[in-house]
């Protein structure tokens, strides 16, 4: 089965950029979506196809997708950017929904 | 902005079924793929199953495929989760979400919580 790898967790100042991989094998090839869940909430999309953003996302966020790894990007941080991020393909061969395994972003 | 809105919190015992509901505004099903996520207390999201407009059944993940069923009722815009023979670890938060396979999913319900005890 097709496997999605974060770190745990990212820390980042307030103002600066945080940037999460999301790592697959020839993940490039395929499209990744990226959802932000603060504690308590449902998960919301920050990113779909690799880069776009949904309605009502902030421009400090954005996406790239290529060779074996895929990055959001969040620039000059603020404190309520911190939640849990997870990225997400779909694993044409297996007909699967496959999420990454989230990452603990932490604002200091 | 599509509106998924689902059944309320349970409390099952290990062995029994729950069946959790998810409805849906507008054009949810003919156009729409519709997924369910599981969520552990402190855990990750888990891909459950889902109905994909572009395929005749219900796809699941191999973990739940013999225990989940999954059907969507196009007359109400509604689609049901059922889990069955339920174990103490399948205490979790169960959420649906709507949208296709290319674009990500964009609408999420508001998850119910399902308690084995």
């Known amino acids: 089965s097709y496997v999605l790898t974060q770190p745990p967790s990212v820390s980042v100042a307030r103002g600066k950029t945080a940037t999460i991989t999301c790592g697959g094998d020839d993940i490039g090839s395929k499209a990744v979506h990226w959802y932000q869940q603060m504690p308590g909430q449902a998960p919301i999309m920050v990113i779909h196809y690799d880069s776009d953003r949904p309605s009502g996302i902030p421009e400090r966020f954005s996406g790239s997708n290529s060779g074996n790894t895929a990055t959001l990007t969040i620039s000059r941080v603020e404190a309520g950017d911190e939640a849990d991020y997870y990225c997400q393909v779909w694993d044409s061969d297996t007909e699967h929904v496959v999420f990454g395994g989230r990452t603990k972003l932490t604002v200091l | ?117």
């Open chain 2, 1 to 117: 902005q599509v509106q998924l809105v689902q059944s309320g919190a349970e409390v099952k015992k290990p062995g029994s079924s729950v069946k959790v509901s998810c409805k849906g505004s507008g054009d949810t099903f003919s156009t729409y793929a519709l997924i369910w996520v599981r969520q552990a207390p402190g855990q990750g999201l888990e891909w459950m199953g889902g109905v994909i407009p572009t395929f005749s059944t219900a796809k699941y993940a191999e973990k739940f495929q013999d225990r989940v069923t999954i059907t969507p009722d196009k007359s109400t815009n509604t689609a049901y989760m059922e889990l069955s023979n339920l174990r103490p670890e399948d205490t979790a938060i169960y959420y649906c979400a709507r949208g296709t396979i290319l674009t990500g999913w964009g609408s999420w319900g508001q998850g119910t919580l399902v308690t084995v005890s």
